[in-house]
Structures are given as structure tokens and as C-alpha cells.
């Protein structure tokens, strides 16, 4: 707080007293020949298979390809951000959704299989984030990545009876948020986030896990 006035990202904290129009133009859209920076993470999602897997690549299919939407991807490149843009990372998370459902009544072993998944998922495998060919970060087990966003509003415990129930359908990995040493992903710099696992690590239905790079990214202005 300061003057009573919350404190947003941008860093105006009153909102009665606007900015002078000149303090303005660093963040005018419209800037010819000069560049702008924004607040945008990169994600990529894929499925986990039920019986696992030994790798899994991210940010190699951009979208539009291999069925990639907005819901998979941001990334319009594969593996890279096309001139002129550059990534200035900042934080990993790592998303794992379990999607087990319910059987007719039988409610209580869909709430039990996610978390089993959840935890199976998290407590498993390594991260390894590599710009061009070297290795800017390794560590292990995949739930350290916990992602920062949740749900809430459910029940904790599921029952079931022949003709109702209740259902708790939502598990995540949670902890701090991994911040990593900033790094830049130059233009066409290739770059992987990978995963690893010595063996595979079966779940009970296929889920859905996603990578996510926060950060800033560099690109021409209009």
C-alpha cells in the first residue's frame, strides 16, 4: 500500500491523479522502429499417457501443427522465437491435470486416482531446461515446478451411495514458485524444456501436463 492507494504491476497507485500524457509513451503501442516488452509466459501443453513415458519435449510444435490450439500453445514457432522477438525467462512451472472421471455412482475412486496420479506425477522425473546446447537448469522431482494457479470452492472428501455422491475431482502440486537465474532467449535461439524420467511412471488414465516459461517478451512495436 502506499497513500492508501493499492500498487499494481504497472506501478500507478492513484488513481484520481492520471500520469502526464509524456510518461505515457514508453507504453504507446504505437512506437515505429523502436521495441516493446510485455508480460507474457509461454506454455505448451501435451498428453501424459497413462502407462507413462521416458521424455517428454515441450515448445518443439508450435500452434497450428499436430492439432496444437491456443488451449496447447502460445508458441508460433517450434523450439525457437522467430526475428525479431526474444524471451527474457524468469520462472518454470510445470502443470500436471489429472482426468480420471466417474463411473455411475461409484464417486469416491475418481477422487482417490487423481491425487494418486498427482502425487505419482509430482514425486517422479526431472526438468531440464537447456538454451541452444548447454543446460541452464536441472532438478528433480517434477513436483518442485508447482504451477501458481488453482480452484477452489470443492470438497475434501468424496462419498457414495447408490443414487448420489461427492465428488472432490481436483488435485495439484504445491510449494514456492521456481524462480530461476533470468536468462534471455535471443532471436532464433533454439531452446528446450524437458522431462525426464529413468523409468515410467504409470497413472490410471491418460492425463494432460503442461509446461510454462514466465517472463517478458521483446518484439517490434506498431
Known amino acids: 500500500m502506499s497513500n492508501g492507494q493499492p500498487v499494481s504491476r504497472s506501478g500507478w497507485v492513484n488513481r484520481s491523479r492520471p500520469p502526464m500524457l509524456d510518461a505515457l509513451q514508453k507504453y504507446n503501442p504505437n512506437r515505429p522502429n523502436a521495441i516493446e516488452s510485455i508480460w507474457q509466459p509461454q506454455y505448451d501443453f501435451q498428453t501424459y499417457l497413462m502407462a507413462?513415458?521416458?521424455?517428454?519435449?515441450?515448445?518443439?510444435?508450435?500452434?497450428?501443427?499436430?492439432?496444437k490450439t491456443l488451449a496447447d500453445t502460445n508458441m508460433v514457432s517450434a523450439g525457437m522465437f522467430a526475428a525479431p522477438q526474444e524471451f527474457f525467462v524468469t520462472g518454470i512451472m510445470v502443470c500436471f491435470i489429472p482426468l480420471n472421471t466417474v463411473s455411475g455412482a461409484n464417486v469416491t475412486p475418481r477422487a482417490l486416482t487423481n491425487l494418486v496420479d498427482v502425487n505419482a506425477v509430482a514425486n517422479s522425473g526431472s526438468l531440464t531446461f537447456s538454451i541452444g546446447a548447454k543446460n541452464y537448469l536441472q532438478d528433480a522431482p517434477i513436483g518442485k515446478f508447482p504451477p501458481n494457479f488453482s480452484i477452489g470452492g470443492l470438497v475434501a472428501a468424496a462419498t457414495a451411495t447408490a443414487t448420489t455422491g461427492t465428488d472432490a475431482n481436483f488435485a495439484r502440486s504445491i510449494g514456492r514458485y521456481y524462480e530461476i537465474t533470468p536468462f534471455l532467449i535471443p532471436t532464433t535461439q533454439n531452446f528446450n524444456v524437458q522431462l525426464n524420467w529413468p523409468a515410467l511412471v504409470p497413472i490410471t488414465v491418460a492425463g494432460r501436463i503442461g509446461a510454462i516459461l514466465d517472463g517478458f517478451l521483446f518484439r517490434n512495436s506498431q
Open 52 to 67: 507413462g513415458q521416458l521424455q517428454l519435449n515441450f515448445f518443439q510444435v508450435p500452434l497450428g501443427q499436430g492439432g
